[in-house]
């Protein structure tokens, strides 16, 4: 089992930035990718960005490439999701999920195992 806890959200202004975190617990010996989803008002779960376990490899959605960049810290069990250029449209709640094993690309929310509770990112216009 794996316990995912994100934090860093809020609101903030278009164009602004925010950093969210995502620290695990539990067996995070094992080798766990990992991704971030978020998930607007009536709208699905949609793909934001993945990074593979060791961090070597990251996939971003179109609309984020050049905006998001994810990573992380194996030594604090914690992945990160620096957001810039925020939009309105990026208003969502966003969640960290892992997945365990594998080297490709995840942007199906049923490929994850684990899942967080998300925090919520507002952006005002």
């Known amino acids: 089992q794996v316990q995912l806890v994100e934090s860093g959200g809020g609101l903030v202004q278009a164009g602004g930035s925010l950093r969210l975190s995502c620290a695990a617990s539990g067996r995070t010996e094992s080798s766990y990718a990992m991704g971030w989803f978020r998930q607007a008002p009536g709208k699905e779960r949609e793909f934001v960005a993945h990074?593979?376990?060791?961090?070597?490899?990251?996939y971003y959605a179109d609309s984020m490439k050049g905006r998001f960049t994810i990573s992380r810290d194996n030594a604090k069990n914690t992945v990160y999701l620096q957001m810039n250029s925020l939009k309105p449209e990026d208003t969502a709640v966003y969640y960290c999920?892992?997945?365990?094993?594998?080297?490709?690309?995840?942007?199906?929310?049923?490929?994850?195992?684990?899942w967080g509770q998300g925090t919520q990112v507002t952006v005002s216009s």
């Open positions: 990074i593979t376990w060791n961090g070597g490899t990251t």
């Open positions: 999920a892992a997945r365990y094993g594998g080297s490709g690309y995840y942007p199906s929310p049923y490929e994850y195992n684990y």
